[in-house]
């Protein structure tokens, strides 16, 4: 089965500044996917940015970048000048390939608490 | 459109008694979960459906039971509620074709069972 971990229950930084999330993970297949959500105090689930296993160039997503590195099975999120409103928490997760009959669901790790402090 | 919603917003239970969560998504989307969050848990699956017709266990399944009533609907019920059911629930849909993978999530539902 696979697992995903957080190591960082709680972070903080400073608005402005360059924070890093990490995430590692524990899979036996080749080809997979990856994600980082943001869940704000709404509750909204947001998708902040995607990576599949296959592609070797880093996904960026404005602020946001992620540092793939498939040997190590290591996949954190790097967000630039951050802002007020990246106050949420993050969640790094993982998708099987989906099968002929669907997609597969997501593992997610427990989370890392992200505080940007003006 | 809508994306995926979710009914009721939140909702209270005594011990015992029986309700169904209902989630709709119109993205015609082919697969949809349930998931709940517990604090320092992150999200767990519990059920859920690859495609119309189909119906999978997730991580903790005890307890819940679903229907995939139709391609848009996902029910989740809870036939008998106990207080460890206590916990925010997520359901989520998601496309199969095309290279799209991502999963929408709906707003959740704030269940407590005293």
């Known amino acids: 089965a696979q697992t995903v971990t957080q190591s960082q229950p709680e972070m903080s930084v400073q608005e402005a500044e360059t924070v890093t999330l990490s995430c590692t993970y524990d899979t036996s297949e080749n080809n997979y996917y990856l994600f980082w959500y943001k869940q704000p105090p709404s509750r909204q689930m947001i998708l902040v940015i995607r990576q599949e296993a296959y592609k070797q160039q880093n996904a960026t997503e404005n602020r946001f970048s992620v540092n793939f590195q498939k040997a190590a099975k290591s996949f954190s999120l790097k967000i630039s000048d951050s802002q007020l409103g990246d106050t949420a928490m993050y969640f790094c997760a993982f998708m099987k390939p989906f099968s002929n009959s669907g997609n597969t669901p997501l593992v997610f790790g427990k989370g890392t608490r992200l505080s940007v402090i003006a | 459109n809508a994306g995926v919603t979710q009914t009721p917003k939140f909702q209270v239970l005594k011990t015992g008694q029986s309700m169904t969560l209902q989630c709709a998504q119109d993205m015609n989307h082919n697969s949809m979960y349930w998931y709940r969050q517990d604090p320092g848990m992150g999200l767990r699956l519990i059920y859920y459906s690859a495609s119309e017709g189909t119906t999978d266990k997730g991580e903790v399944p005890n307890g819940y039971n679903v229907s995939r009533l139709n391609k848009r609907e996902f029910s989740l019920r809870l036939e008998s509620a106990a207080p460890s059911q206590t916990s925010v629930y997520f359901c989520?849909?998601?496309?199969?074709?095309?290279?799209?993978?991502?999963?929408?999530f709906g707003p959740g539902t704030r269940l407590t069972v005293t």
């Open positions: 989520a849909s998601s496309a199969a074709s095309g290279g799209q993978y991502e999963q929408y």
